[in-house]
């Protein structure tokens, strides 16, 4: 087990940001998560998985623990589904394609989101009208405190949009170990988000398949979303906030092009992108902290801004669309 000292964070976080953790080890077995929590003993602990949702906005003053644990495997079937356990370790994307290959399905819409399995259900990640939640069946995590392993079935994780349990009651208490996934024999097409369908137009697609739709959901997000391997940035930054219909309504009066999509229970999602784009932010750029030119919703670092340089941006940002709109927006990165 190595333990490093001092070491510059800045290759572990798509953000690309310079912060220092005072100690950093991997761990890829609970045992090794075990020792390393107990030669912690009581000092700040990060759990790090790809690096691919959070901030920092100083140096980390404990301990960075990055999760290193392995394998992907079929555990048992029955007959609709495939049920797949996945180490929290594993690449995201990789574990998508896997699926795709054996021909396991409900996955597909979710390609090319960066970070790793064990992160997946911290935010019930979503996209292309497909969140976690809807393929979950079970996960394992270790509780620090009380060094035991617990499973958590779906309806302990009180998934929502891009929340779960473990970013609230249960914060900063479990490490995740393994999800296991429920994934369909015969696939539920979901082509209706986004622009799925012009896609596998485009694309001459004359009969649909889980790989046809990963295809065409990895050309749209490259189109879309910065890579974060050439400009640093952690994919939105800002949650879609919610709103009460009514309220949209009224400022679909004043503001024709507003988007919004029903979301229930009288409630309407507004596109954060939107908003901020009208606030006049799009390609705005301060020192090496900007809103990206093509993408509103993404703040960036262009090399060498500070995490806390980002925070001002999103700071001023939440301010002037609040002023505008009298709606707040919330940070989805997790701020370190
Ligand atoms: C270009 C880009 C596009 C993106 N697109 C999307 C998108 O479409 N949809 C979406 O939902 N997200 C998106 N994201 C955000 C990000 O990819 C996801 O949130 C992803 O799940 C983060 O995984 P990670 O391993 O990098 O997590 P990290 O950033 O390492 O960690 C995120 C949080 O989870 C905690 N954590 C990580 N692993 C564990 C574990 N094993 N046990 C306990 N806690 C843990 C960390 O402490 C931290 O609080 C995007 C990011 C980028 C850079």
């Known amino acids: 087990m190595q333990i490093s000292q001092h070491l510059s964070l ?10 220092k953790a005072k100690y950093f080890s991997a ?6 998560l075990e ?20 901030l920092f906005t100083t140096d980390f003053n404990g301990w960075v623990l990055k999760n290193e644990c392995k394998g992907i495997s079929l555990v048992k079937e029955d007959d609709d589904y495939f049920y797949v356990k996945a180490a929290a370790g594993e690449n995201w994307h990789q574990f998508v394609m896997y699926c795709i290959q054996q021909g396991y399905a409900g ?4 390609s090319l989101i960066p970070g790793n399995v064990g992160a997946s259900p911290m935010q019930n990640i979503g996209a292309y009208g497909v969140e976690i939640k809807d393929v979950f069946h079970e996960l394992e995590a270790f509780h620090r405190e009380e060094r035991k392993l617990r499973t958590f079935q779906l309806a302990d994780c009180a998934f929502g949009y891009r929340e779960s349990v473990f970013k ?12 296991t996934f429920r994934l369909r024999k015969k696939p539920v097409f979901n082509t209706s988000y986004g622009a799925i369908e ?3 137009e485009r694309m001459g ?8 739709i990963s295809e065409a959901v990895i050309r749209i997000r490259r189109s879309k979303l910065p890579d974060p391997a050439e400009i640093g940035n952690a994919g939105s930054f800002f949650k879609n906030p919610t709103i009460p219909t009514v309220q949209f309504e009224q400022l679909r009066q004043s503001f024709a092009t507003i988007i919004g999509y029903p979301a229930g229970n009288g409630l309407t999602k507004v596109a954060a992108g939107w908003l901020i784009e009208q606030c006049g932010w799009k390609g705005y750029r301060k020192g090496d902290a900007g809103c990206h030119t093509r993408q509103a919703l993404v703040l960036v670092n262009y090399g060498h801004a500070t995490g806390d340089e980002i925070v001002q941006l999103s700071t001023n940002i939440i301010n002037s669309v609040q002023e505008k709109f009298g709606i707040h927006l919330e940070r989805e990165v997790n701020l370190v």
């Open 10 to 19: 800045k290759p572990y976080n798509s953000f690309a940001i310079d912060a």
């Open 168 to 179: 609230n009651k249960y914060k900063d208490q479990f490490v995740i170990l393994s999800v």
């Open 35 to 54: 020792s390393l929590l107990s030669t912690a003993d009581h000092e700040p602990i990060l759990i790090l998985g790809g690096g691919s949702n959070m």
């Open 205 to 212: 697609i004359k009969e649909l398949s889980i790989q046809a």
């Open 198 to 200: 012009q896609e596998l």
């Open 27 to 32: 761990f890829a077995s609970p045992a090794t």
């Open 107 to 110: 996955v597909e819409n979710l």
